[in-house]
């Protein structure tokens, strides 16, 4: 049996990326400084090491002490809109941590590598569905930490022989089980959802952009799939060298006024959203061509918008009884 330290094990995303790799027969390590993550989300049983990645004695013991074979990095800042106003926040957490990481790894031998990148680091594409060969132009301090990973993992690819995936994550919703339901306040679902609780309508950042509905169009992935993608990158990692950066979405667009409707659907009723201006670093529409995904990872999403919608507002219900 292998085993993937992750960091950022207990958050939304590193959570049901656990759970997949248990499911897998793959041993995972949770390294995680519970900022964000939960303990309620790690499965019983799993090893957790309770430290910041900007830690690198603890990254190096962790390392050796459970015989790691590869590394998952899933911690990080990833708001692009907040990334604006605090941007020395997200290079230090983002780029500093990620050298940290690395540098462990490199310390302790560890060559294979499976990277948490985004689609923030197209920026606003030149067309859509966008290929991982487009120009990377990211539109706000996020995505450019986000290049610079991938540049770091490509160098180290030269300098020290890593085995390297980059997975650009599109947008990411859903739960798999309950309790492991979204918790961020800047993704859109559970911002809908904490606006109704509070009574509020939900807001939609701009709705004068040049699309069909006026609203920004994102590629949506359920976050169940997003975590077996990582399982094929695990895979794929262990089978031989890959280095090259894979988008991992559905292939088609949905626009903020559709997810709406499909949250009207979801809880019985009509939410009446208010528009509002936009935010920073939002580009009218991404979208994914998945091709690479399918080819090289033999991955292919299954799960639907009305999965996504669904099975948040399950988890989003469960929380706050």
């Known amino acids: 049996m292998s085993t993937w330290l992750i960091t950022g094990g207990a958050g939304y995303i590193g959570s049901h990326v656990v759970r997949e790799l248990q499911l897998a027969g793959i041993r995972p390590i949770v390294f995680d400084n519970f900022s964000a993550g939960l303990h309620s989300r790690i499965p019983e049983g799993v090893t957790v090491v309770d430290a910041d990645v900007s830690d690198g004695e603890a990254l190096r013991v962790a390392l050796r002490d459970f015989e790691v074979t590869g590394v998952i990095h899933l911690a990080a800042k990833k708001a692009a809109g907040e990334s604006v106003g605090i941007p020395l926040s997200y290079y230090q957490e983002n780029v500093t941590g990620l050298q940290s990481v690395l540098g462990s790894m490199v310390d302790a031998g560890i060559k294979n590598f499976v990277y948490s990148s985004s689609a923030a680091v197209y920026g606003t594409p030149q067309s859509n569905p966008v290929k991982e060969n487009e120009p990377l132009n990211p539109e706000s301090p996020y995505g450019e930490t986000k290049v610079i990973g991938e540049w770091l993992a490509k160098d180290l690819e030269t300098s020290n022989g890593l085995n390297w995936v980059a997975l650009r994550y599109f947008n990411v919703a859903g739960a ?75 292939g088609s667009g949905v626009s903020v006024r559709e997810v709406m409707n499909s949250i009207s659907g979801a809880i019985g009723r009509d939410i009446s959203p208010e528009v509002a201006p936009r935010r920073a670093g939002d580009p009218p529409a991404t979208f994914a061509d998945v091709q690479r995904s399918k080819e090289v990872l033999d991955w292919t999403a299954k799960r639907d918008l009305t999965d996504m919608v669904s099975s948040a507002w399950s988890a989003w219900e469960f929380s706050h009884r």
């Open 176 to 250: 798999g089980a309950d309790h492991l339901g979204d918790n961020s306040v800047n993704n859109l679902i559970p911002m809908v959802f904490s606006a109704l609780e509070k009574g509020a309508p939900p807001e939609i950042f701009g709705a004068d952009y040049p699309t069909p509905d006026g609203t920004c169009i994102r590629d949506y992935i359920h976050v169940v799939d997003l975590a077996e993608a990582h399982v094929a990158a695990v895979h794929k990692c262990e089978a031989g060298p890959v280095n090259q950066a894979i988008n991992v979405g559905r």
